[in-house]
Each structure stands twice: as C-alpha cells, then as structure tokens.
C-alpha cells in the first residue's frame, strides 16, 4: 500500500500528538519507531493483566493461518496469549488500539476495519526468523504494531526486532525491546525478524486488518 508524502509531517511542533507522531513515520517511510512513548495507563494496565494470567495462559505459537496452522520450531519459538476484555487492562489496551485505527483511518484514508492482539512470551534462547506479517493480496493484515513491557533490557541481552527494506536483506532498523517503545509498520511491504533473546522478554503485537469479504458479512479475524 502506497502512502503519499505529507509537507506537514516535516513540521511538526514538538508536542503534538502520538496518533500524528505515528501518522507522520508511517507516511513518510511506512514504518515508525517510538522509544518509550506508550502512555502510562495503559502500560500499567498491560503489566496488570499479565500479572493476573494463569500458570499455563500462553501457548506455543504457530506459523500460517486459519486451518494450516503448524508449529515449527526452527522459524520460531515464542509463546502468545490473545488479549481480550475480560481483563480491564485488555478493555483499556483495546479501545486505545482502535481509537488509533479512527485516527489512522482519518488521517490516512487506510480503511482499516477490525484489529486482534495478544502477548507474546520469548524465553532464553527463542528467535523468530525473518517473515512478512501479510503477503500481497492473501491477507487482510495491512498495519502492524509491537510494543514492549521489559524495564532495564541492557544492549547484551538480544532480542531485537530488525525490520528489513522491503524485497530486500537490507536492514533498516534494529530496536531494542525496551519498556513502552512503539513499532509500527505496514504489514505486506517490510520483512521482519526477532533476534534470539537472552531473557525473557514480553511483548504485545497486534493487527490492523481490512474487511476483504466480497458481500455484507465481515471477514473475522483467523
């Protein structure tokens, strides 16, 4: 997808917005990173919600969609646990995610129609090897965001996200998974890849998706 550059993103004033913060990375280059920039409420709400999980909450994730899901260790090997609002920290983190999409829609003209999230888990020694969230015209994926719930990650630890120029091995950045930083990207143009982590190290992903069905009824997230 194609965002057209705006004037106004090289102008901003310093305290404007964190929805137009996002809006400017994304038109401007179609990736955005915000260190340490996730409001406190909804971090404190996040860190709640993990807390209160139950022993065995999350499970081993799985690469493909809908019934050809498989696991396969070798591309990788976090654990996930989908967020929803039966936690109030899940309400609060899902109705700022779709505040965000009305902005972005707005300001962009995404069309952007249903989101999904969920923690992710990386262990000692776990990896996610380079991928694409959504492929061209197979997906309904166009946004996608991380974030961080990790205080005090030290540069010899890993787990960094590296986020790859589109069709290419060209690294465009590495981030490292600190407390609150904010990653965004469009999902079908820049390859990715978590680097072996050291720690354990805590996320949240999520999704923003068009309604690709062809009649009235709403495509649900897979």
Not at 17 to 33: D, N, R, W
Not at 37 to 52: F, I, K, M, W
Not at 79 to 92: A, K, L, V
């Amino acid at each position: 997808m194609n965002l057209a550059l705006s004037r106004n993103c090289q102008q901003l004033p310093p305290d404007d917005s964190l929805f137009e913060s996002i809006a400017c990375g994304l038109e401007s280059q179609g990736y955005v990173v915000l260190p340490a920039v996730l409001p406190e409420p909804l971090t404190r709400g996040l860190l709640d919600y993990l807390a209160n999980l139950e022993a065995g909450a999350f499970h081993v994730a799985r690469i493909g969609r809908g019934s050809r899901q498989m696991r396969n260790k070798f591309v990788r090997r976090d654990r996930i646990h989908w967020i929803s609002e039966e936690h109030p920290g899940g309400t609060g983190w899902l109705t700022w995610l779709d505040q965000l999409m009305q902005y972005l829609n707005r300001r962009l003209f995404l069309g952007l129609f249903s989101l999904e999230s969920h923690f992710s888990l990386y262990q000692h020694g776990d990896f996610y090897r380079k991928h694409l969230d959504a492929f061209k015209g197979r997906s309904n994926r166009v946004l996608s965001l991380v974030t961080y719930l990790n205080r005090g990650w030290e540069p010899d630890q890993g787990g960094e996200l590296v986020i790859y120029a589109p069709e290419s091995d060209e690294e465009l950045v590495r981030v490292v998974p600190g407390f609150g930083t904010l990653v965004l990207f469009l999902s079908e143009d820049f390859p990715h890849e978590v680097l072996p982590t050291r720690r354990e190290r805590y996320g949240v992903a999520a999704w923003f998706r068009i309604n690709a069905s062809n009649n009235d009824h709403p495509e649900p997230p897979e």
